[in-house]
């Protein structure tokens, strides 16, 4: 189906971003797989969603081709004030960064949170602080506004 849309709309496979959840992976891990390698060849960018809750599985990071590591907002809203929490999101950013993977922090909320994302290398930042749910009439209407104030 991907590639049937991909070939009617004539948009770029990169610029297209599927999230993936770990409880998919867990259902079918052999037909996840070949469907993940599929869009990946395609050019597709894959995101392991919600990662570090449920079957957290590093095997998933090995065999997987993923671009992109998301972090769960349930470790996020955590962090800065429980060690541990911290402690696993700070090494999910180092281990995803050693095998050439993105990570984004769902579910910022506090400035204390994203300036120590922020302070530790994190990519991509995701949460109500940066930005809320909006209708997509809204959000092209701001999409617009900044391409007519960004330098060409």
């Known amino acids: 189906m991907v590639s049937k849309v991909l070939d009617e709309t004539g948009l770029e496979p990169a610029r297209l971003e599927l999230e993936v959840t770990e ?3 867990v259902e079918d891990t052999a037909k996840a797989l070949a469907l993940v390698k599929s869009l990946h060849e395609r050019g597709v960018r894959v995101a392991l969603d ?14 997987f081709p993923f671009d992109k590591v998301k972090v769960d907002r349930s470790f996020i809203n955590k962090i800065t004030n429980d060690a541990n929490a911290w402690t696993i999101v700070e090494s999910i950013i180092a281990m995803s960064h050693k095998l050439r993977l ?7 909320e506090t400035g204390a949170q994203l300036s120590l994302l922020k302070g530790h290398g994190c990519d991509e930042m995701q949460g109500f602080l940066l ?3 909006m209708p997509e009439t809204e959000a092209s209407r701001m999409a617009d506004a900044v391409r007519e104030v960004a330098p060409t």
């Open 131 to 133: 930005g809320r749910p």
């Open 102 to 108: 993105r990570v984004t922090a769902e579910g910022i």
């Open 23 to 25: 409880s998919l992976l």
């Open 50 to 63: 919600d990662f570090g809750t449920g079957y957290s599985s590093l095997a998933y990071l090995h065999n």
